[in-house]
């Protein structure tokens, strides 16, 4: 009991002084790097606009909220591929694994990598501005390593460490950066078995690490010295890279539709989160998540910004409209084996982000849950 007090008071500690930390400057907008760190490259969150800071579980949870590697079971394994915007050529591949250790089974670690492929770039110089001299690929890549921890029943939190590489043939940086979070989860209904952990909240902070600098040879170029008698080679100094941190805090809630009390069926989650952005405008998201028997999910969401409804004033090609959905199969038939506690399963994920311009992106995802039903320590 007093972990929780002191977690939830720290908790309450952060929120207070968010605002003031993170509102972030009109000055500054558009002026961070490695911005690649803001795309969520999973197939079941974005789906509902990455509003479920407070209930992500599993290997998801690298984006949204590390705290939720710790719902982690046993292993679970998770592949995505994201056309974004579609019509710039842009794909990204996002692959994840995380794995319940210790002997009491309440640490989870993780590892995940995010690549981008930008297609081939033609190269141009000032005297070449119309290229013919072949073409360039850039290689972003962004590789994060987990843990996560059940501090109780109710209470988790987690860790990321991410070390971002951007890189062209001549110049290249590497930073790192890291996340935390926690989440917490409680019953509005303590004495009813349908309302256990109904009620969530969450709080993660996002992409927090020293500057970045770009350094290679394409920041070099000849100059003749003050006099004109030869010529040296000068290099130019890149300026400092600021990471796009940020803070997520996210609440959600399960609504029982089932008329039977023996069953529970249908279920409608309804979720919020308010985005603290330093280097962009604050973001508030809304979605909600229709679960039928922990098979077929539906999901749907949207994120306001200010200016967000008007094409002049957004500040992002994406409207703010989020759909998506899950098919997700177990390996054992419970109607079958009531009692059965293994939930291994595989589940296909997509999700669509609205865009204007481009025809919107879409991410295919697959993730594959092994749990044979025992615990570790037991």
Request: net charge positive; charged share 15%; hydrophobic share 35%.
């Amino acid at each position: 009991m007093k972990n929780r007090i002191k977690i939830l008071a720290f908790a309450a500690l952060g929120l207070g002084f968010t605002p003031s930390l993170m509102a972030g400057d009109e000055a500054r907008y558009g002026s961070a790097g490695a911005t690649q760190l803001l795309i969520n490259g999973w197939g079941r969150s974005s789906g509902w606009g990455n509003v479920n800071t407070a209930g992500v579980t599993g290997v998801e949870s690298f984006f949204m909220n590390p705290a939720g590697l710790a719902k982690t079971t046993q292993s679970e394994f998770a592949f995505s591929r994201t056309s974004w915007m579609r019509g710039t050529d842009i794909n990204i591949n996002t692959f994840g694994f995380s794995q319940n250790v210790g002997k009491n089974g309440s640490d989870v670690i993780g590892v995940s990598l995010m690549s981008f492929d930008l297609g081939n770039i033609p190269i141009t110089t000032v005297q070449q501005p119309d290229g013919g001299l072949g073409t360039y690929k850039p290689s972003f890549l962004n590789l994060g390593l987990g843990y996560a921890k059940k501090f109780t029943n109710s209470i988790s939190g987690g860790i990321v460490t991410r070390i971002i590489q951007e890189q062209i043939p001549d110049v290249r940086t590497v930073g790192v950066c890291f996340d935390a979070g926690v989440q917490y989860a409680t019953s509005s209904n303590p004495t009813s078995k349908h309302k256990k952990d109904d009620v969530k909240f969450g709080i993660s902070l996002r992409n927090l690490g020293p500057d970045m600098r770009p350094n290679g040879d394409g920041l070099s170029y000849k100059a003749l010295l003050q006099n004109g008698s030869y010529e040296t080679t000068v290099n130019q100094r890149a300026d400092r890279i600021n990471l796009p941190s940020l803070i997520n805090i996210g609440f959600s809630y399960d609504i029982r539709l089932d008329n039977d009390v023996e069953t529970y069926m249908h279920k409608l989650t309804v979720a919020a989160n308010y985005n603290f952005n330093a280097f962009s405008p604050n973001m508030t998201t809304l979605g909600a998540e229709y679960t039928y028997n922990n098979i077929l999910m539906l999901r749907a969401g949207y994120n306001f910004q200010p200016g967000g409804f008007s094409y002049d004033t957004r500040n992002d090609a994406h409207t703010g409209l989020a759909l998506g959905g899950t098919v997700q199969i177990p390996f054992v038939n419970k109607k079958n084996d009531p009692n059965s506690t293994n939930n291994s399963l595989v589940a296909v994920d997509y999700s669509y982000r609205h865009t204007n311009p481009f025809q919107g992106t879409h991410t295919f995802g697959l993730i594959i849950k092994l749990d044979n039903g025992k615990r570790p320590g037991k």
